[in-house]
Every structure is written in structure tokens, then in C-alpha cells.
């Protein structure tokens, strides 16, 4: 229980997705409604302020956890998309550079604390690395989706369905080959983010991109009411777990 990240349920991949696909839609909200500088600066300081409060709680939180999931979803979005539209770097490349920065912190990680497993995040050290890693892999999966669904033309929807096929691989092999539980839970956790960006996009943009037009605001609004309802229903979870601790 001292431990400050939560345990891996289908209420923690169904949150998971739920966060990607907000962080997706706000992003994209916030970025059309103010300048971008002033998007990104506010996106950057709600991450920081949600560590900040990550950092300081002294074990898992839900509400704080969460919300720090979520702002890493937003502004993982804007890193990513001003490499492309601002810098004009290809979605392929960036997402070959962000795999290359998420296998950096890998291992360094690993070199350090010879373990990348979940269920030892109980130190200052193990939960920065954490949270390191969950960055790279919101910018690595917002890369990833746009480049499926834009530079391999594979269109919003159909990006989204791939990925959930894809999704379903390491709980497969790891169910019935005896895939290392480790790497099955990073891979899954990669896939979530273009997974839930994918079907966001979809959603939010025009029938002319492929979209259902229904605007990228009033699917952050949805989601969020989603998430707030998935964090709920996890901190009553969570609650009768610490009940039941001798």
C-alpha cells in the first residue's frame, strides 16, 4: 500500500485509454482556442503542478495519480504534435526519436534499479523514472497514431481499430506463452495512447478528414465526465482495499 502507483485492472486500462483519448481532444481544444505558445505554457505548467502534487502525496492517490496521467496526456500531445507542425519533422521520424528516447530511459532505469517493474515504485528515484517513461511513451504513442493514421493514410478510425488489435497481443502472449509480465505491461501501456488518441480524433474531427465532426471540445468535455466517473469508482476501489489492510 505504500507503493504509488496503482494496481493493473480493467478499470486501470479503461482510465488509461479514457486519459489518452482526453489529452488527445484538450490539446487539440487548447491549441485552436489560444495561441500556441500560451496552450503549451499552460499545458506545461498543469503538468507541473500535477507532479508537484504526485510527488509530495506520500502513497497512492487516486484522484492525484490520475490527474497527473492525464496532464502528462495533454502536454505529451503538444510535445509531439510541435515537433511536426511547428518544426515540420515527419510523424516517422518522431516517432523513431521518441522510441529511442523511451529506450534511453529504459535503460537507465534498469541500469540503476535493475528492475522496471511497477510494483517496486516506493522510492523518490523509482517514481521519477516512472514518470520519465510515462512521458516518453504519451510522446511515442501520439507520434505513432498520427503517423498511421495521416503518413500511412490509414485514416482515424481504421488507426484506432489496428491498434486495439494490437493492444490485445501482450495479454495474449503473456496469458499463453509466458511473455515476460514486465514487457507486456510497457508494451500495452504504449499502445493505449495512440489507441485512445485514434478513436479521439475520430470523434472530434471533420467528416472531410474522416471524423464524425463531433468537435474536439465537446469530446475533451465527454471524456473528462468519463474519467471523472472510471477515478471514482477506482478510489471507492481503492478505499475498501486499504479497509481491509490488517
Do not use: C
Amino acid at each position: 500500500m505504500l507503493r504509488k502507483v496503482p494496481e493493473v485492472t480493467a478499470g486501470f486500462w479503461i482510465t488509461k485509454v479514457l486519459t489518452t483519448g482526453q489529452g488527445e481532444a484538450t490539446s487539440d481544444t487548447l491549441v485552436h482556442q489560444l495561441p500556441p505558445v500560451v496552450a503549451v505554457a499552460f499545458g506545461f505548467v498543469g503538468l507541473v503542478i500535477a507532479l508537484a502534487l504526485q510527488f509530495a502525496t506520500p502513497r497512492y492517490r487516486p484522484w492525484i495519480y490520475w490527474l497527473a496521467v492525464d496532464m502528462v496526456a495533454v502536454f505529451g500531445t503538444m510535445a509531439a504534435d510541435v515537433l511536426h507542425i511547428q518544426l515540420g519533422i515527419p510523424y516517422l521520424v518522431s516517432t523513431i526519436f521518441f522510441a529511442a528516447v523511451l529506450a534511453a530511459v529504459f535503460g537507465v532505469w534498469y541500469s540503476t534499479e535493475h528492475t522496471l517493474s511497477i510494483h517496486t515504485i516506493n522510492t523518490v528515484r523509482r517514481e521519477a523514472f516512472y514518470w520519465l517513461t510515462v512521458m516518453a511513451t504519451f510522446a511515442l504513442g501520439t507520434a505513432a497514431g498520427d503517423m498511421t493514421a495521416t503518413t500511412f493514410h490509414l485514416g482515424y478510425f481504421v488507426s484506432g481499430v489496428f491498434f486495439t488489435i494490437l493492444i490485445t497481443i501482450p495479454a495474449v502472449t503473456h496469458r499463453w506463452f509466458g511473455l515476460n509480465a514486465i514487457f507486456a505491461f510497457w508494451f500495452a501501456y504504449i499502445v493505449t495512447r495512440p489507441l485512445g488518441a485514434s478513436y479521439a480524433d475520430w470523434l472530434g474531427v471533420s467528416h472531410a478528414r474522416g471524423g464524425l465532426n463531433w468537435g474536439s471540445g465537446s469530446v475533451s468535455v465527454g471524456m473528462t465526465v468519463l474519467i471523472v466517473i472510471a477515478v471514482a469508482l477506482l478510489a471507492r476501489a481503492h478505499q475498501r482495499a486499504l479497509d481491509d489492510e490488517p
